[in-house]
């Protein structure tokens, strides 16, 4: 089964720090998206590319996180810096060209503890 | 812009009894239309899609939704629930024209008791 890779699992953190996740999207799948979810808000859109190339990021706050495709294997998601607000479980997702048929395929998510 | 409104936020059911999630979505053009399960600790799984023809559209797990165009709807319902059904449901929307993003509800909770 093809799927979405993420990592850490896992990751807690000292406030202030900076905090890296990564996401390896399934191989001929051509846009990525970042989610954050919290009991609070729910599934939130982050930010989303499409070819590599960022479409919108309008959800994230822009003064300490920022999203990034070096490359079509790799999706990142950076903290910097952290603060407790940020807890929360972040997923990636990935949909292949015909993404409106198929749909999107979520990774195992990464849970993120600020503390 | 796309909106989902998934109405019920917590359901409670026992075994055996049947199911219907509702969703609602508001879009002025053709859609694309999906449910996704996320069981408890894990992430969101497609459950099911409709993108075209039969209204009528059966998932995995005996899930099956309902496209009613007239109603801007497209609930999800099961015969019979099981215990192990018990998770976080999400129904998204797509539009159909250009490149879209699809946009999630905020999710239904469904207990299901032994």
């Known amino acids: 089964d093809a799927r979405v890779t993420q990592t850490p699992r896992h990751k807690v953190t000292e406030m202030g720090q900076e905090v890296t996740m990564r996401c390896q999207p399934i191989?001929?799948?051509?846009?990525v998206f970042w989610y954050r979810q919290t009991m609070m808000q729910g599934l939130e859109l982050l930010a989303y590319?499409?070819?590599?190339?960022?479409?919108?990021d309008s959800g994230m706050p822009k003064d300490r996180f920022s999203a990034e495709m070096p490359d079509a294997t790799l999706a990142t998601l950076k903290i910097q810096p952290s603060e407790p607000r940020d807890s929360a479980v972040y997923f990636c997702?990935?949909?292949?060209?015909?993404?409106?048929?198929?749909?999107?395929?979520f990774g195992s998510g990464t849970r993120l503890t600020v503390v | 812009a796309q909106s989902v409104s998934q109405h019920n936020h917590h359901v409670i059911l026992s075994e055996a009894a049947s199911l219907e999630l509702g969703c609602n979505y508001s879009?002025?053009?053709?859609?694309?239309l999906f449910w996704y399960v996320q069981y408890p600790g894990q992430h969101l799984q497609l459950l099911l899609k409709?993108?075209?023809?039969?209204?009528l559209v059966k998932g995995i797990k005996g899930f099956e939704a309902e496209f009613i165009k007239s109603k801007f709807s497209f609930n999800l319902r099961k015969p019979s629930v099981q215990w192990s059904d018990t998770a976080e449901y999400f129904c998204?929307?797509?539009?159909?024209?250009?490149?879209?993003?699809?946009?999630f509800g905020t999710g239904t909770r469904l207990l299901v008791s032994p």
């Open positions: 191989l001929g799948h051509n846009t």
């Open positions: 879009y002025g053009g053709t859609v694309n």
């Open positions: 590319f499409r070819n590599r190339a960022p479409l919108d």
């Open positions: 409709y993108f075209s023809g039969d209204p």
């Open positions: 998204a929307v797509m539009g159909n024209t250009g490149f879209q993003k699809q946009v």
């Open positions: 997702a990935s949909g292949p060209p015909g993404q409106k048929i198929y749909g999107y395929t």
